[in-house]
């Protein structure tokens, strides 16, 4: 369980790092102040289908206002053809009630997304630059050129078999529910997904009990020959034979739900835009995403929630881990001594079930609400799930452990 939990946290570290990309950044000092108005990408390259960033700066002493334009895009995008770069337009159907006019103090320097026109006007491989005219003067500014690359074929491979079908079927749950609401088609898809991994996850679980339940033994085989790591080895194998359990059995229910999480990661994160709609498969392309209804409660899940749901979805896997550390006592055994073995394990697993909800509660206030709703309706089902191994022969006796020493 403490391994699994982890390399889960692990992984949306390593995948939250991963979504910011890994280009070479462009030396932006340099770009941003030239001339009055000075404009940079964040780096000199993207690969198709990632977030463009800008820096636009005011080098002038005194205060610049940029309209806004929305639905359309902040800045001009060219793109360029030959020797010759040709602007390039966009317009969707979008809430602009949040774009207001750019206001730049005098040295004062933003960052603009371009998140919502990605396909639309980064549609081609190649060669790109941001402009800006200015109305009064008719100077245009310009900013560094920047490419849109190819992606691997590992981020081809992961948009077709995991982002797309993911994607596809919370869309088609969502638009099939009264009132297109997200929080709705998160709960229904999260409990058919972990439905269709029941299997597996409950064979994980009960692995995860075996282990539990054998981990003071295996400590006292490490204790007993410490500093022989083939005889610990040797007896560590013949305690799991001897009682079936499979040390990796758990690990495969957990994979499967990486690539899900971090899909569904990206659907709630910005797959509502209707820039996203490349993404849907022919059937469903007639189905307008502004009719999701992204509200919960008093919560928009597309945004990030702080307090309620990183608290929950902490406490939720404090359960999960409280009961999944719990050992079965058998009543008609005396009280044996605990070891200085057994109390390190005991106070190990102590500390696991404060600090890894922590981790899982830092991370849940870092994404979109509705990955902590996905999490937490996750999270819950794996309780009830654990709940129920945990009463499976609660009569029975402890795991008869062997271990066989050789002359």
């Not at 002493?61 to 060219?78: G, H, M, Q, R, T």
């Not at 009132?179 to 998160?186: K, S």
């Not at 009960?206 to 282990?211: D, P, T």
Request: hydrophobic residues 40%.
């Amino acid at each position: 369980m403490k391994k699994n939990l982890l390399l889960l946290v692990t992984f949306l570290l390593l995948a939250t790092l991963w979504s910011k990309g890994c280009s070479e950044p462009v030396d932006t000092t340099s770009v941003l102040t030239q001339g009055d108005i000075g404009i940079s990408t964040q780096k000199g390259s993207y690969t198709y289908g990632k977030e463009v960033r800008i820096y636009i700066q005011n080098n002038t002493s005194a205060e610049i206002i940029i309209k806004n334009e929305c639905p359309s895009e902040y800045l001009d995008v060219f793109g360029k053809e030959g020797e010759a770069f040709t602007q390039i337009t966009a317009s969707h159907e979008i809430d602009c009630s949040a774009y207001t006019d750019i206001t730049l103090a005098p040295k004062e320097k933003k960052s603009l997304s371009y998140s919502y026109w990605t396909y639309s006007l980064f549609s081609e491989i190649g060669t790109y630059q941001i402009r800006y005219t200015d109305p009064t003067t008719g100077t245009t500014y310009y900013s560094n050129e920047f490419a849109i690359e190819e992606p691997s074929a590992t981020t081809k491979f992961w948009r077709e078999v995991f982002f797309k079908p993911i994607y596809n079927g919370l869309i088609f749950v969502i638009k099939n529910v009264p009132g297109h609401y997200l929080a709705l088609g998160i709960i229904l898809i999260t409990l058919l997904i972990r439905t269709i991994l029941l299997i597996p996850s409950q064979h994980a679980i009960r692995s995860q009990k075996r282990m539990q339940d054998l981990q003071p033994k295996l400590e006292e085989i490490k204790q007993k020959y410490a500093g022989n790591q083939e005889k610990i080895a040797m007896e560590t194998m013949r305690v799991w034979q001897e009682n079936k359990v499979n040390p990796f059995g758990s690990c495969l229910p957990i994979l499967i739900q990486f690539p899900i999480l971090i899909a569904l990661f990206y659907t709630i994160k910005d797959g509502l835009n209707p820039d996203k709609v490349i993404f849907l498969y022919d059937f469903q392309k007639d189905f307008l995403l502004s009719n999701i209804n992204t509200k919960f409660l008093a919560f928009d899940l597309t945004k990030n929630d702080l307090y309620v749901f990183p608290i929950l979805v902490g406490l939720l896997q404090f359960t999960q881990m409280k009961l999944s550390l719990a050992r079965k006592k058998n009543k008609k055994e005396p009280a044996k001594k605990e070891n200085s073995v057994t109390g390190d394990i005991e106070q190990a697993n102590k500390m696991m079930i404060y600090f890894m909800p922590l981790m899982i509660a830092f991370f849940t206030a870092s994404v979109p609400a509705g990955v902590g709703l996905y999490w937490g309706v996750s999270t819950s089902y794996g309780i009830i799930q654990q709940i129920i191994v945990n009463r499976e022969g609660k009569d029975k006796k402890e795991p008869t452990v062997k271990v066989i020493e050789k002359s």
